[in-house]
């Protein structure tokens, strides 16, 4: 599962504060930065605590016993396909999209929820200290997957951040410190893992389940003319037969083996709460609005433009360094290019002025916005144009139809098929990686593990030095 749809609304009391980080994104990026700082440590143990606190008071619902687990998963994902199917019939009938609104709205869904994605499978990594545990192997090999068995073009992190560059969405997008919440949590999980075992095993299970907003974001965001993979990808490879939800099943079956021990599962099931806290996708798709977005994005951009404008052209009496000086001026801004007839609102946005100086290889002001900020732009004075455009047009869905197994369609350019893997691991190492593959084969066996392990964290897995040593670690494991 990607991010819960979580009742949980935004204006909810703030996360707790934890030891001595002040906000949740500083105890995320620390945890990204300096992972073994014993500062960093406790405090993550600390955040952990606290939130599992607020999950044993919610409701949870996990089958009371832990050997009608499957048969639950299974009847959950039938229900997901059901309500999927109601949801295809109705946008067949013609209703609008149920999450995106526009394009815009899906860019900022990409971005809002990287946090989560950008550590995708990290709450796993405490779990390869046990690879030489057989019971342990379910919970490994899902992160080895997530990792791409060490390809970097099935790498989920490397793949997610190459579908945010993809669209202009790699700036930094400052965002509300609830949406570090389930990145947070998933890191904590991760280097905590010996003492959390039960929460890193409750919270795979909630993670790896499909949830019907990964189905839908599938289809709108590909109806919108942006790569699904990523997603679609999460759909089959999750899949409670033989997928990840399957593993997550497995692993705690196997843990449960020889009995099974009532305080075990109960901080089982906590640990599968902690999917609820934080901000859900849900959340995040209802509270976009356009016109705050870019305002927001404005404003950000203002300090770098402010001295970068002659003082040739006055709009209502000020300079554009003038208008730019000052936070909170940004939509008097734009009503004074509009009343100046620099933009025409509601028609197509290449009757304006104004865009024609920010968009094309010509225009004056070209490469200051990304594709995602410009997209902010053209939606603000097309404001509902494009709307009437499709309607007038008769623009249609395209056809969609999530992957199949893993294999990515042609058109796709980001991941490969499992038959393409071991030919992409196998092409030559460059010098510097060759030499570091001898001395770490030169290594013996549980020193060498080790070291793979800590190259394999959440911040390096990506490297090409992390991606070796998954590759190593993936097939020397058994
Ligand atoms: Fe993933
Ligand atoms: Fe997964």
Redesign the pocket.
């Known amino acids: 599962m990607?991010l819960q749809d979580t009742r949980n609304s935004l204006s909810q009391s703030p996360t707790p504060l934890s030891g001595i980080f002040s906000t949740t994104k500083t105890l995320y990026d620390q945890l990204l930065s300096e992972p073994q700082d014993e500062s960093t440590r406790s405090a993550a143990r600390l955040f952990l605590q606290e939130h599992l606190g607020i999950a044993a008071e919610m409701d949870c619902e996990l089958p009371a016993d832990v050997n009608a687990l499957e048969d639950w998963v299974a009847a959950k994902t039938v229900k997901v396909g059901k309500q999927y199917a109601a949801y295809l019939e109705e946008r067949k009938a013609g209703k609008p999209r149920r999450f995106f609104t526009s394009k815009a709205h899906a860019l900022h869904f990409l971005q809002a929820v990287a946090p989560s994605?950008l550590v995708?499978?990290a709450w796993l990594y405490g779990t390869l200290d046990n690879w030489q545990d057989p019971r342990f192997h379910p919970l490994i090999r899902t992160y080895l997957?997530?990792l791409g068995d060490g390809v970097a073009q099935m790498n989920?992190v490397l793949m997610y951040r190459q579908l945010l560059a993809k669209h202009g969405c790699d700036g930094p997008l400052s965002l509300p410190d609830e949406y570090y919440v389930q990145g947070t949590l998933q890191l904590a999980l991760g280097y905590e893992a010996q003492e959390f075992l039960p929460e890193v095993i409750g919270y795979n299970l909630g993670y790896e389940q499909l949830p019907l907003h990964l189905l839908i974001s599938a289809f709108e965001l590909h109806e919108l003319d942006i790569d699904p993979y990523y997603f679609t990808?999460?759909i089959t490879?999750?899949n409670a037969h033989s997928g990840?939800a399957h593993q997550a099943v497995q692993a705690l079956l196997q843990q449960c083996a020889g009995g099974t021990d009532p305080q075990f599962y109960q901080r089982v099931r906590a640990g599968y709460q902690l999917n609820d806290l934080g901000v859900g996708s849900g959340d995040i798709i209802r509270h976009f609005d356009l016109q705050d977005e870019l305002l927001r994005m404005l404003d950000r951009k203002r300090t770098f433009g402010q001295q970068m404008h002659s003082d040739y052209c006055k709009l209502e009496g000020k300079t554009v360094n003038e208008w730019l000086s000052e936070p909170g001026q940004m939509l008097a801004f734009l009503d004074a290019l509009e009343a100046r007839g620099w933009i025409q609102r509601g028609v197509d946005p290449g009757q304006s002025r104004f865009w024609h100086l920010i968009s094309g290889p010509d225009a004056l002001m070209f490469g200051v916005f990304t594709e995602y900020e410009q997209r902010l732009i053209y939606e603000w004075i097309a404001d509902g144009w494009l709307a009437q455009d499709q309607a007038t047009s008769g623009a249609r869905q395209r056809p969609f139809k999530p992957a199949r197994g893993s294999r990515r369609k042609a058109a796709s350019d980001t991941a490969v098929c499992p038959a393409d893997r071991t030919q992409l691991a196998m092409e030559p190492l460059s010098e510097p990686l060759e030499a570091l593959r001898q001395q770490l084969e030169s290594m013996p066996r549980a020193e060498r593990m080790a070291t793979l392990i800590s190259m394999m964290n959440p911040s390096l897995h990506g490297t090409p030095e992390g991606l070796l040593a998954t590759r190593m670690f993936s097939s020397q494991m058994y």
Do not use: P
């Open positions: 990607l994605k995708d499978g997957e997530e989920h990808l999460h490879i999750d990840h």
